[in-house]
């Protein structure tokens, strides 16, 4: 990030000093009676030999160092796209594994339990048992409609994060979207930086506080609107969190996130917005 910023501020300033030479050579070029542009000026000018040649040798060195930064700016963004869709594949992997495993251990404590209470003829405890475990399945069952795999992995993955932070994460999908023209990995990256950033911001606040984060998708008018919302949070100002490196975590944040999220979506001709309300909490609109 600080190498893509140093690379955008060296691009800006070759753009202001070639201007500048441009408009020093075009000055040259119709102005060749010195006498009158000293006059406009107010001042005489050194008279050089051959300036107007040096001038225009100035501005297309200028111009190439620019024509050359701007194309590494422009790689090194690229690479960093490439490095986050390829971090986050692995990511989507290990969390598969991992989530294979907690089920199957999850099942076998399960089945261990109900047989428990079967053996001490206590069925209306091990009915009890049976019903919790299945309104825990419901959430599975809810994300598994979504027909998208990816994001399917993510959605459970962070089901576990809230459990752990004692955020309570709901879901709403009244759609098949197993459809849609964007890619997975461009609604994972989408997802994922919203639920992220709901989370932090529930985190810091006390376990006193009711703690909700709100994920939906659905269809209106032929477009995928995707609603995350969470409670106790504000957002004074909407507009400058899609500044690029601008955060708010400090040295924890890169400041990239939202950022990248906006366009991705512009990438789709969609448009985020953000509705954030001092009392009921933030909701990120995404209409793709």
């Known amino acids: 990030m600080t190498n893509q910023r140093k690379f955008r501020d060296l691009a800006i300033t070759l753009v202001v000093i070639q201007l500048g030479y441009i408009l020093a050579f075009v000055w040259l070029l119709f102005l060749k009676d010195h006498a009158i542009l000293e006059r406009y000026l107010g001042f005489n000018i050194p008279h050089y030999k051959n300036?107007?040649?040096?001038?225009?040798?100035?501005?297309?060195?200028?111009?190439?160092?620019?024509?050359?930064?701007?194309?590494?700016?422009?790689?090194?963004?690229?690479?960093?796209?490439?490095?986050?869709?390829?971090?986050?594949?692995?990511?989507?992997?290990?969390?598969?594994?991992?989530?294979?495993?907690?089920?199957?251990?999850?099942?076998?404590?399960?089945?261990?339990?109900?047989?428990?209470?079967?053996?001490?003829?206590?069925?209306?405890k091990a009915e009890e048992y049976i019903k919790n475990i299945n309104q825990e399945l419901s959430d599975i069952r809810i994300i598994s409609?979504?027909?998208?795999?990816?994001?399917?992995?993510?959605?459970?993955?962070?089901?576990?994060?809230?459990?752990?932070?004692?955020?309570?994460?709901?879901?709403?999908?009244?759609?098949?979207?197993?459809?849609?023209?964007?890619k997975q990995t461009d609604l994972v990256r989408i997802v994922s930086n919203l639920i992220d950033n709901a989370f932090y911001e529930l985190k810091k606040l006390t376990n006193s506080v009711e703690k909700i984060v709100e994920v939906s998708f659905n269809y209106f008018d032929n477009h995928l609107v995707i609603e995350v919302f969470n409670t106790s949070t504000y957002i004074e100002d909407t507009d400058i969190i899609f500044t690029y490196g601008y955060t708010t975590k400090g040295e924890l944040g890169s400041g990239i996130g939202l950022y990248n999220v906006k366009e991705l979506v512009e990438k789709y001709h969609g448009r985020i917005t953000v509705e954030s309300d001092n009392e009921s909490g933030t909701t990120f609109i995404i209409t793709i």
Do not use: W
């Open 145 to 182: 409609n979504i027909q998208l795999p990816e994001v399917a992995v993510l959605l459970y993955t962070k089901k576990a994060e809230a459990n752990q932070s004692n955020i309570k994460l709901n879901f709403d999908f009244e759609t098949d979207l197993s459809e849609i023209a964007i």
């Open 51 to 124: 300036l107007e040649l040096m001038t225009l040798i100035i501005t297309i060195s200028t111009l190439t160092i620019f024509i050359y930064s701007l194309l590494h700016y422009f790689k090194a963004s690229y690479l960093e796209q490439e490095y986050a869709q390829e971090k986050l594949k692995n990511e989507l992997s290990q969390n598969t594994i991992h989530l294979l495993r907690c089920h199957r251990h999850d099942f076998l404590n399960h089945l261990q339990v109900i047989l428990g209470y079967i053996q001490l003829n206590k069925t209306t």
